[in-house]
């Protein structure tokens, strides 16, 4: 059974930090680009950040640079999003995904969840006071 399961959501100041944790199991996550999105009511999923299959690259939506920091343990098959700095506006179910390395971190392509094979259930984040 193919699956991804996130973890570490939860409510938080604005200025707080959240670190999600994604793991995988039935399949390894060696050879898989690992993204993170989210999706806000009423909102259209946004794709959030990705790291290629080895962590050597990494991508950002303009909003969360410098705020958000991608990272992967493939010995623990898990890959992970640490958010710094959290606004009300990040408030959203955040979901990670997997899939093929190449077309995932084409500099020239966005986030698209269209090339994602395998989804997480979501984890809610809400950044409130």
């Known amino acids: 059974q193919l699956q991804l399961v996130e973890s570490g959501g939860g409510l938080v100041q604005p200025g707080g930090s959240l670190r999600l944790s994604c793991v995988a199991s039935?399949?390894?996550?060696?050879?898989?680009?690992i993204g993170w999105f989210r999706q806000a009511p009423g909102k259209e999923r946004e794709g959030v950040s990705c790291?290629?299959?080895?962590?050597?690259?990494?991508k950002y939506v303009e909003s969360v640079k410098g705020r958000f920091t991608i990272s992967r343990d493939n010995a623990k098959n898990t890959v992970y999003l640490q958010m710094n700095s959290l606004k009300p506006e990040d408030t959203a179910v955040y979901y990670c995904?997997?899939?093929?390395?190449?077309?995932?971190?084409?500099?020239?392509?966005?986030?698209?969840?269209?090339?994602?094979?395998?989804w997480g259930q979501g984890t809610q984040v809400t950044v409130s006071s």
């Open positions: 995904a997997a899939g093929k390395d190449s077309l995932i971190m084409d500099p020239s392509n966005p986030i698209s969840e269209y090339v994602f094979d395998y």
């Open positions: 039935g399949f390894t996550v060696d050879y898989y680009a």
């Open positions: 790291i290629s299959s080895s962590g050597g690259r990494t």
